[in-house]
């Protein structure tokens, strides 16, 4: 199944602007700038999440936040989110289970520092089992 219509089955825009709502005032990083996250910043606004950076594994050396037109934002690696003291980190992936157990088992560690994070989409379980269905 195309990334885009995975968004479109998760009501992306809905979720998003719950979000939005939620996170109103809060500092957020978006941790994952690769096809999801092309994705989903070509095709939905997330101008209403007080994004701060985009975390990801190709930008591992950049400890400081900076701009990446390409983005769209700044961006920073993901063992320095901390240093940003983000409210929340929303994980911009498609599968969240290795990003997660990178989270908990690698960034946590190495830094001691840890922050706030969920995933940017909730599924529902019709959803989950349709998209495993696919996988199938």
């Known amino acids: 199944m195309e990334i885009i219509e995975i968004l479109k089955n998760l009501e992306a825009q809905k979720q998003i602007d719950r979000l939005a709502r939620k996170y109103k005032n809060k500092k957020v990083v978006l ?14 606004d997330i101008s209403k999440l007080n994004v701060i950076a985009v975390a990801d594994k190709k930008f ?5 936040p900076v701009f990446d037109s390409a983005c769209g934002c700044n961006v920073i690696a993901p063992a320095s989110i901390y240093t940003l003291k983000p409210d929340i980190v929303l994980l911009c992936v498609q599968n969240d289970y290795y990003v997660e157990k990178d989270i908990c088992e690698n960034i946590f560690k190495q ?5 706030k994070y969920r995933t940017l989409f909730k ?13 199938f």
């Open 31 to 44: 941790y994952g700038a690769g096809k999801f996250f092309e994705t989903l910043k070509n095709n939905y």
């Open 111 to 115: 830094t001691k520092h840890k922050f």
């Open 60 to 64: 591992e050396q950049i400890t400081e």
């Open 123 to 135: 599924q529902t379980i019709a959803q989950k089992i349709f998209q495993e269905w696919e996988n």
